[in-house]
């Protein structure tokens, strides 16, 4: 099964009000192993990029004044993320947004929302109630983020892949034939008690006797 992990970064949260794509990281997986297919492009927005947006993700105006227009890139990306290969990212919606007005405004056929996978959501319902952004999910997994200052599409995808393997219960050591195990057998210490020298109260009888009326078949009875 073909999974495309990614990430993007843009001007703001709204292609409706003027925002656009400026950053696609794409990592590709196969049967839940990385295969090194990576995708990843800068855009150029034609437009300013907003300062709150530059302290997100540190990708200025000048950096992508020679930065290739979406549309003349669409037709390679959808070559890569292909016909019916899962997307996969956090806040699915978010991307899936962007992504696919920029693949409408390029006049071509958007990609259908079914085919996308949100980490987000899986996350909510695995963890209710806890933190979930990818930071804290990489907390939790012990997945190593250090150097990611400010977020990268290509870098966020990259470490959401290694999030995602984790959500959907890890990579199986008992699949990797590599692997040595040892195993530690645990001597456990039996206490030696001496049997019971004297009748048991009427007390205890009773409690017995109530006990064994509600079980089902029980073998004091035969």
Known sequence: MREIIFDTETTGFDPLTGDRVIEIGCVEMINKSLTGNNYHIYLNPRREVPESAVRVHGITTAMLADKPFFEDVVDDFLAYVGDDS????????????F???EIENASRKIISP???????A???VKFPGAGNSLDALCKRFGIENGH?????????AEILADVYIELLGGRQAGLDLSVTRTTTMV????????ARSFAPSDEE?????AFVGKLKDA???K
Do not use: C, Q, Y
Not at 89 to 95: K, L
Not at 114 to 120: A, S
């Open 187 to 194: 001597k456990r210490e039996r206490v030696f008690r001496e």
């Open 148 to 156: 990611r200052t400010l977020h990268g599409a290509l870098l966020d």
């Open 114 to 120: 079914k085919r996308f996978k949100d980490t987000l």
């Open 122 to 124: 899986i996350a909510r």
């Open 99 to 101: 992504i696919n007005w």
């Open 205 to 209: 009888l009773a409690a017995h006797s």
């Open 219 to 221: 073998i004091w009875l």
């Open 86 to 97: 899962i997307l996969v990212a956090h806040n699915a919606e978010f991307d899936m947004k």
